[in-house]
């Protein structure tokens, strides 16, 4: 499964964690999101746009959402409903570093989206479609497309080292 | 358009958007019907479907449009005379303190069946679903 982390990500590690800027700072809750976009055609400067072009990050639902809403999670570890968990550290040189799951968000969907076909999961702010800063994203573990009655789980994690 | 917050049987949430209701409770109810029926939640895949124990309308998504950062003067002002002790405050506690007011969701676990959003709901009565055999 491909990944990417994109300029944003690293601005905000820069500005707000290294740095103290006012201008960069995390958002209210991270929302989760689905994208047609797939990562092996996004960039480290992709934008979330609804014009399928370059290396623009296409949201689902755009067109006709059929129940899709981008799904919030808290900023705070094992305290909300649906926000971080504990972080586990593996010491390995090579391959370890500090590994953080979020709880796992759902979409439900009361028809088919339009544009639907669902390839990655990116993590935004705000929940306007198509709209916001985009953080990191991740290819899902198929192509899906879904119909009336169907949800959809996306359990994000993020590993630094 | 108008979301809806769902709460599952399992303590999942999902927001839900849609512009008619029956639109979304056409689509509660057949993800509940799969879920009483022992289907899975979605095609070709090996995943459960859960039953519908909540769902809570908003006028728009509970979580606002845009980040919001802005809080109240006067929450500010007694989290500073709560947290002072000898006339000093911890500034990380503070700055913790001000991140939660911020949040548009509890900082903290309501319960698995209750709202995860701060935002003024109204509660949909879920007799849409006893139309479900075996709701």
Do not use: C
Not at chain 1, 52 to 59: A, F, H, I, L, Y
Not at chain 1, 143 to 149: C, D, H, I, S
Not at chain 2, 38 to 59: C, H, M, T, W
């Amino acid at each position: 499964m491909a990944t990417i982390v994109f300029q944003r990500w690293t601005d905000l590690h820069l500005n707000y964690i290294l740095g103290n800027s006012g201008t960069i700072t995390p958002p209210t809750t991270w929302e989760i999101a689905l994208s047609t976009t797939a990562v092996s055609a996004m960039a480290r400067n992709s934008a979330i746009s609804a014009t399928v072009s370059g290396t623009n990050v296409n949201e689902i639902g755009s067109t006709t959402a059929a129940g899709y809403a981008r799904q919030a999670v808290a900023r705070t570890i094992a305290q909300a409903g649906i926000d971080w968990g504990s972080s586990s550290f593996d010491n390995t040189l090579s391959t370890g570093g500090t590994s953080m799951a979020a709880d796992q968000v759902t979409f439900t969907f009361t028809g088919t989206p339009s544009p639907g076909a669902t390839n990655s999961w990116f993590m935004g702010d705000g929940t306007t479609i198509n709209a916001g800063q985009i953080y990191v994203a991740a290819d899902t573990a198929a192509t899906r497309n879904f119909a009336n009655g169907d949800t959809e789980k996306v359990t994000a994690t993020m590993k630094s080292g | 358009m108008q979301h809806a917050e769902v709460i599952y049987e399992t303590g999942a949430h999902s927001v839900v958007s849609f512009d008619d209701i029956d639109e979304l409770k056409a689509g509660l109810a057949e993800h509940h019907r799969r879920a009483i029926s022992g289907e899975d939640a979605q095609a070709n895949l090996p995943r459960p479907a859960e039953r519908v124990s909540k769902v809570i309308i908003y006028p728009e998504h509970p979580a606002g449009d845009t980040p919001d950062y802005s809080v109240d003067a006067d929450t500010v002002s007694s989290l500073l005379s709560g947290m002072a002790q000898s006339g000093k405050i911890n500034g990380n506690q503070l700055i913790e303190a001000v991140r939660d007011e911020m949040s548009p969701v509890y900082p903290v676990d309501q319960g698995r069946h209750q709202s995860m959003y701060k935002a003024e709901g109204e509660e949909l009565p879920l007799d849409f679903l006893s139309d479900t055999a075996g709701a």
